[in-house]
């Protein structure tokens, strides 16, 4: 079983940056299927960007351009470079890793807020 473990959430002004880890119990080298989703009080969880173990990437409509999503396979660490943040990037970010995107397994989640 794999663990997932987030950091770097926390409180930043509109315009502001942050950086999101994903850090895995394993090796994530063999796992082919990673990525941010999250999740607004009253609001469907939703896609962030995804990673392949190819480096095949993938964003959001509303995260495109301001978003970057990595992999350290040495450090078994997936990364979420979030840039020029918004309000409405205010959510529960989780991260999730298994055999496809939100199959496998889950992160306990950690918590951004953007203020105006």
């Known amino acids: 079983q794999v663990q997932l473990v987030e950091s770097g959430g926390g409180l930043v002004q509109a315009g502001g940056s942050l950086r999101l880890s994903c850090a895995a119990s394993e090796n994530i080298a063999k796992i082919l299927a990673m990525g941010w989703y999250r999740q607004a009080p009253g609001k469907q969880r939703e896609m962030v960007a995804t990673i392949t173990n190819g480096g095949s990437t993938n964003y959001g409509d509303a995260v495109k351009g301001r978003f970057t999503i990595s992999r350290d396979n040495a450090k078994n660490t997936m990364y979420l470079q979030m840039n020029s943040l918004k309000p409405e990037d205010t959510a529960v970010y989780y991260c999730?890793?298994?055999?496809?995107?939100?199959?496998?397994?889950w992160g306990q989640g950690t918590q951004v807020i953007v203020s105006s």
């Open positions: 999730n890793a298994g055999p496809y995107f939100e199959l496998g397994y």
